[in-house]
């Protein structure tokens, strides 16, 4: 890592959900969040459901999100690796960020090495114990003969369909996420099944929109980062030590 710059995880921004001036409001704080780190990021990692819908088709995407778009270009023409996540809402991202913005795609985990210390990465979508239905649904959705399925459909009909489907969906998931899911998290007691064959110093996770910061076997650690929704949370690695984070902000 270069002296004085930093890592930065985020997750779960979804933007486009709740409507254009929710969105926006949203999309707006993070821009803010995005231009107080900029000086000291180095590489940044936006761990899945950036956008609370996406699809690619050949030559259109989704309308909307230019100034976060425009922000990420704005830092990565400034020399900021970028890498994106695939989460349950947008894991249709196929080459339109790798062209526009260099971005890497992640479509599942990412193990990283910084400064001595090994990074376990995943948007956290499909892991663990239970949840049969959605692993069921996210092999057909991730699925080339279901892409090719959908890029058939018009974008105004395609995007329309999905976009009800995903509003459905993110209603449940938070609902979800108020319940006590299991004696653990779900996603701690895969990281400690992964922990028996490979240490990690940090495994580092969005999709249940919870902040957490919980000790696993060893010295190793499950760190949730949470969600720009409800928390507005992120994690930064300066080389030393991983620290999760609240973006406060006095507009007055």
Known sequence: MPTGKNLYFASDFHLGAGGHASSREREDRIIRWLDMIKDDVAELFLMGDVFDFWFEYKTVVPKGYVRFLGKLAQLTDAGVKLYLFKGNHDMW????????????????????????????????????????????????????????????????????????????????????????????????IYSNEVLQTQFYDYMVYGHRHKPMDIPLTGTSRYINIGDWINYFTYAVFDGDTLELKYFKENLT
């Not at 892991?127 to 959705?141: H, Q, R, T, V």
């Not at 009800?164 to 319940?179: P, T, Y």
Request: aromatic share 12%; net charge positive; proline share 4%.
């Open 93 to 188: 991202m196929f080459d339109y960020f790798v062209t526009e913005l260099n971005a890497t795609i992640i479509p599942n985990e990412l193990v990283i090495e910084r400064a001595g210390k090994k990074f376990y990465l995943h948007h956290g979508d499909g892991l663990g114990p239970g949840d049969n239905k959605y692993k069921f649904l996210k092999k057909i959705f991730r699925s080339r003969l279901c892409q090719w399925l959908f890029a058939r459909l018009h974008p105004n009909l395609g995007i329309g369909i999905a976009n009800a489907w995903s509003h459905n969906s993110k209603l449940v998931n938070a609902r979800i996420s108020d319940e006590k899911l299991h004696p653990k998290e779900w996603i701690e």
